[in-house]
């Protein structure tokens, strides 16, 4: 304490020395622009979605009640899901929360009522739902965005596997994404 003017007294405030700070973590899904001052102080790192392994094993961790076969089912469709043009792509987060309400309801597998019925828990827009829907063969594509031209797939024919509205030249139906996360054998 140094003495003031008139017998008082003062404290000293000490800054501490710069590895002693307070670390913050900022989480973003660039919904919202954050302010120049604030990126300019801050460290930026850019995390990816985990693997399919490494997100089932998340799942086995926080939903144990979840059978092994629903919890292969389960990621294999979020990870389809993520390669969709989404406003807002499944997160982990929601993953574990569409996991756990598997649990609840006790579920054995995904079934398409079931997908249909539960849908909401992991797509949080209906434009999203309507995709995602879609992609999956559960529910029939009207739009132009869901209903591409046949000659928009005469050149990406042999790069795509689910169901969209039409035949191929040789005459087969292509196996819609839900049947294939079904039955990983006819993959």
């Known amino acids: 304490m140094?003495?003031?003017?008139?017998?008082?007294?003062?404290?000293?405030?000490?800054?501490?020395?710069?590895?002693?700070?307070?670390?913050?973590?900022?989480?973003?899904?660039?919904?919202?622009?954050?302010?120049?001052?604030?990126?300019?102080?801050?460290?930026?790192?850019?995390?990816?979605?985990?693997?399919?392994?490494?997100?089932?094993?998340?799942?086995?961790?926080?939903?144990?009640?979840?059978?092994?076969?629903?919890?292969?089912?389960?990621?294999?469709?979020?990870?389809?899901?993520?390669?969709?043009?989404?406003?807002?792509?499944?997160?982990?987060?929601e993953t574990l929360d569409w996991a756990q309400a598997l649990v609840v309801l006790n579920a054995p597998r995904l079934s398409k009522e079931l997908i249909e019925d539960t849908i909401s828990v992991i797509i949080k827009y209906e434009r999203d739902t309507d995709k995602v829907l879609t992609h999956l063969g559960i529910r029939k594509g009207d739009t132009a965005d869901n209903n591409p031209t046949r000659e928009s797939y005469s050149n990406s024919r042999a790069s795509h596997s689910y169901a969209h509205g039409h035949t191929h030249e040789d005459g087969q139906q292509p196996q819609s994404m839900y049947d294939q996360l079904r039955d990983p054998q006819k993959r």
């Open 2 to 93: 140094y003495p003031l003017q008139k017998g008082g007294t003062r404290k000293i405030l000490c800054i501490p020395d710069f590895t002693t700070l307070p670390v913050t973590i900022l989480t973003s899904n660039r919904t919202r622009e954050l302010s120049e001052a604030l990126k300019r102080r801050c460290l930026h790192l850019q995390i990816d979605f985990p693997s399919p392994e490494v997100e089932l094993e998340i799942v086995r961790l926080k939903a144990p009640g979840l059978g092994e076969g629903l919890g292969q089912q389960l990621v294999d469709m979020v990870q389809s899901m993520r390669n969709l043009d989404l406003r807002k792509a499944p997160s982990i987060s």
